[in-house]
């Protein structure tokens, strides 16, 4: 609805999952070369690498956990007789109290009682 | 071996210290980047903003050049208010509300000349537009020029007091600029909760009458179970906020209120419910305190009790469409007053403010 919609935060799964998945075989890699090898550094660098996993693990966690709702424009229609409400998506033009659409229940018809912004089921 | 300790020690000294620099270094780096990221999402909106405010206004335009059009609304963001001085503060709400009124005139008599096809309310609706690409070139131009006197200066405090604001500042500047599309669309937003309710009261009990006493704001007469009930919001479905306390006035004039009550918007903290209706006592208007003062000195002077209604919400949906919290809250807040009403003794009068934003809220 917004003409300035932030850039939607779960774009950037693709890359926590590539930098995840890079860095957990990274830390793999030196601890097999430690075994291999004996060589303390190794241990050092996989302790190290293990340790960017784990954080971006957690912050991975955080994003996905992120609830984003959308939102849309919608419009409440009463009924003058026979008080019948319907909620339909906002059109162009739909203004508060002027008449739309006719009744689905007695055909008179509706007034326009509000417009507002709905969180969409999903 | 020795000296080679002694080496080893002096290099270390020397690396730490160079360190302590290099890591300051980075740290201003780092905030300068954050900085100009922030702004960057700013200088965005003012853009958005600007751009929508010219598109809008060319609709009407279509006899005059484009660049012409252009041209004017660039040099309309550019306008200041100054407010008058403090030095001497007798009288000071009183020149404020003629700076405040000579600004708004002017600013709606200028996009009036510009958009010669829009009808009054659609030239409310585009002088707010203009309003809110100018609020957001101010607040980018003040943002930009402490960050190049930060920058200039190196000054690690001034860039983390920036940084520090910014998060809170975006929230604003997003809220602000929510209310672009609203205003385009002409729908109503959080902000115009207090002439939603008004405007329901208007249509639940029938107007004896309707007038217009001051520009741009009108007084509906309900009759109320015996009692006279003077309903008092901007005039719609334009974008303006009304001048209330001369309204107030114009109703304190005829007859003498047992109550006046203030319906208006409230910002709610975290945590908090929005649509949440609140009682309250004082007048519920903000902004800049004129009307606030006018209705507090003349329900001092004639002792009226002054009541409140909030509806609260949070910042982004009190400017933004409004959504279906607010709106449920707006028909609570009409049940909240019908019962403030109730109360009052039957052949006694009240008058209730619709006090907020009144875009898409026809009379």
Redesign the interface.
Known sequence: ????E?PHPKRWVPTYIVLLASLLVLSAALVLQYIRTGSDSYLVSAAFVAVIAVYTAWSFARLITLKVTP?S?VT?LKCSSCGHEVVRK?R?G?????EADACPKCGSKMVIE??????EKR | MNGDATTNMLLWIIALFALSFLMQELQIYRIITEVENYLGVIRAARERALLAAKEQVRKYSKSLDPEYVSRRIDKLIETRIIAPTSLDPFGLVRKLKHVLLVGERTLESEVASLAPAASPYEVQNLVVLVDIARSLNEVYKLLNHYYLVARRFKSLWLLMQLSAAMPFIIEEVRAVEGAVEAFRKSIPIGDSAGPLVAAFLMRKYGVQYVVEPVKDTIVAKLAYGGKDIYVIKGKGPGGNTGHYDDVVAWVIQRTKPAVIITVDAALRYEGEVSGEVVHGFGVAIGGTGVEKYGIEEMATKYSIPLYAVLIKMAEVEALSAMTEEVYRGVKEGVAVVEELLASLPGGSSAVVVGVGNTVGVPP
Not at chain 1, 1 to 4: K, L
Not at chain 1, 114 to 119: M, N, S, V
């Open positions: 609805m917004s003409t300035a932030a939102k424009l409440l906002y162009e739909d203004m508060l109290f002027s509000g417009i507002f912004l709905r969180e």
